[in-house]
């Protein structure tokens, strides 16, 4: 038989689940051919067969928390394996069936002359076959109403005497606390009672997404600044452009790089918005990788775009086109979710107006973008004109970031989106 073990899947993950089985029992696979897919904390890994065979026994089911290098299934040799391999297994299996056997008839033979030979004498005879007692200590326990087999004894032999059943009836607080406890328990009711619910366990991905979340709330000082941008521009230049971008590049012009570019030019106005805390020092970090949220069917991702200061505006939406579908698809890899600099979150695609986007941490900023929305905005003191806007949204950490420098940031990827032509020089 050949082990299937859960292999190596990356420095910081040690342990998976069962996600769903590709293969059954019976199936002849190949070297290479997946067999299982595993969930992790951050994407789906497919496990291959390293040898060729027929799965004999699966020891996993879907659901099942599995570790590195744990054993979840066995291989056994090819259909085409030959008789006489067959037979010598049929035989050993016989064999130590046999010896199985015979040594579980030795086991009671011996347990049964054991219990002859120990059988206590009559004054020591077992409460319920457990409880070794003297008679004037049994009947201490019933005019007591004391469980000899609550009762602890001195004795070397394990036999309970008055003095024991004296002392057990001396601490009814002890005795009776597991019994209040019970009841109390009984009495309080379930939520819900009654009432029609489904129960359903969380994703290991949903897990690690909730844990993560809550710990972001505990280790950072995490504020929220707010503004908003006039589209109007980039609007009218999507307008313009997006045919002949769509022929040029074989992608769609989209907002998101516009945002990234700004994102990027403001970062490196402000690095410490670029930035993390190890211990005791800041890490300003001379890259911009910008990761992208993405929500997926068990819970949002970020993908990230590596080096989004050295790509074009068709580079950037062809990279988030691929990492977009690869998240749909439950294909992305480890390393294009690890080591991102700085978040873009874009609510406005569910509709939202407005929020507080949570930190990806290390990280100690991230930008949230909204529902574009025409509504009056005044030009000067005599004008009025309905304009698209959108609201933005900077969370950031404080304990590196001061308010000046989010607000001041956030005012420089305004300026930047309201007149994308600055995008080609300090994006």
């Known amino acids: 038989m050949i082990e299937v073990k859960v292999p190596e899947l990356a420095e910081s993950i040690t342990e998976g689940t069962i996600s769903q089985w590709l293969i059954k029992v019976g199936d002849k696979v190949e070297k290479g051919d997946n067999l299982v897919e595993l969930e992790t904390d951050k994407v789906n890994i497919e496990v291959s067969a390293e040898n060729d065979g027929v799965i004999k026994e699966l020891l996993k089911e879907p659901g099942d928390n599995v570790e ?60 319920n076959g457990r409880t070794v007692a003297s008679p004037s200590a049994r009947k201490l326990a019933r005019e007591l109403g004391v469980d000899l087999n609550e009762v602890k004894t001195r004795d070397p032999l394990g036999r309970v005497r008055p003095d024991d059943v004296k002392a057990h009836a001396d601490q009814p607080e002890q005795k009776e606390a597991p019994k209040q406890e019970k009841k109390q328990e009984k009495k309080q009711p379930e939520a819900n009672e009654g009432k029609p619910v489904e129960r359903v366990k969380m994703s290991r991905r949903r897990q690690t997404i909730a844990k993560r979340l809550v710990e972001v709330q505990h280790t950072a000082a995490m504020l929220t600044t707010f503004n908003e941008v006039d589209m109007t521009a980039i609007m009218e230049l999507r307008k313009r ?17 516009f945002f990234t570019k700004a994102v990027v030019g403001a970062l490196k106005k402000y690095p410490r918005l670029n930035a993390e805390i190890q211990d005791t020092d800041i890490v300003l970090k001379k890259f911009y990788d910008i990761g992208i949220a993405v929500g997926a069917e068990e819970g949002l991702v970020v993908p990230v775009v590596r080096d989004a200061d050295k790509l074009s505006f ?36 569910f509709g939202s107006m407005l929020s507080t986007p949570i930190l990806n941490a290390p990280q100690v900023g991230i930008l949230g973008m909204h529902k574009i929305q025409w509504r009056p905005v005044a030009i000067d003191q005599e004008r009025m004109e309905n304009r698209p806007m959108m609201y933005i949204a900077l969370s950031y950490d404080h304990r590196i970031v001061d308010g000046g420098e989010a607000v001041s940031f956030l005012a420089k990827i305004k300026e930047l989106l309201e007149d994308p032509e600055q995008l080609l020089l300090e994006g």
Do not use: C
Request: proline share 2%; no cysteine; aromatic share 4%.
């Open 68 to 127: 590195v290098g744990e054993i979840i299934a066995y291989l056994g040799g090819s259909e085409g394996g030959s008789s006489k391999s067959a037979d010598q297994d049929n035989d050993t299996e016989k064999a130590e069936a046999k010896k199985e056997e015979k040594e579980s008839s030795e086991a009671v033979k011996s347990d049964q002359e054991s219990k002859t030979h120990a059988a206590p004498e009559p004054d020591q005879q077992s409460d």
């Open 241 to 257: 452009r997006k045919d002949k971008f769509l022929e040029d590049n074989d992608v769609k012009l989209g907002f998101m790089s």
């Open 314 to 349: 068709a580079g950037i939406e062809q990279e988030i086109g691929n990492l977009a579908k690869k998240a749909k698809d439950n294909k992305l890899k480890l390393d294009e979710l690890q080591g991102g600099s700085f978040t873009i979150t874009n609510g406005g695609i």
